[in-house]
Nanobody, 122 residues
Framework: QVQLVESGGGLVQAGGSLRLSCAASGRTFNNYHMGWFRQAPGKEREFVAVISWGGGRTSYVDSVKGRFTISRDNAKNTLYLQMNRLKPEDTAVYYC???????????????WGQGTQVTVSS
């Protein structure tokens, strides 16, 4: 079992920045690829970003490219999502997740955090 605890969400004005963190415990963190997903009310869960277990490979949904950066600190067992130039359409509950696959497909992720709300005002 992998336990994931997210933090860093909140309310920010459009154009601002937030950094989400996801602290992992329970199993060896650096054995897993890690992803961020988000879900807005009435919308399906959306892939945001993924990072390989060594940190050398990343992928992003087109809508956040150039604005969001996924990273990990394996020594701290922590995943991050740096979000810059936030837009109102980024408003969603953000989830971190762990997978044995490097994937943008949420069924591939076996472990999930509780979610953290990000609200971007106009």
């Amino acid at each position: 079992q992998v336990q994931l605890v997210e933090s860093g969400g909140g309310l920010v004005q459009a154009g601002g920045s937030l950094r989400l963190s996801c602290a992992a415990s329970g199993r060896t963190f650096n054995n897993y690829h890690m992803g961020w997903f988000r879900q807005a009310p009435g919308k399906e869960r959306e892939f945001v970003a993924v990072i390989s277990w060594g940190g050398g490979r990343t992928s992003y949904v087109d809508s956040v490219k150039g604005r969001f950066t996924i990273s990990r600190d394996n020594a701290k067992n922590t995943l991050y999502l740096q979000m810059n130039r936030l837009k109102p359409e980024d408003t969603a509950v953000y989830y971190c997740a762990a997978s044995i696959n490097y994937s943008s497909d949420y069924p591939k992720y076996a472990y999930w955090g509780q979610g953290t709300q990000v609200t971007v005002s106009s």
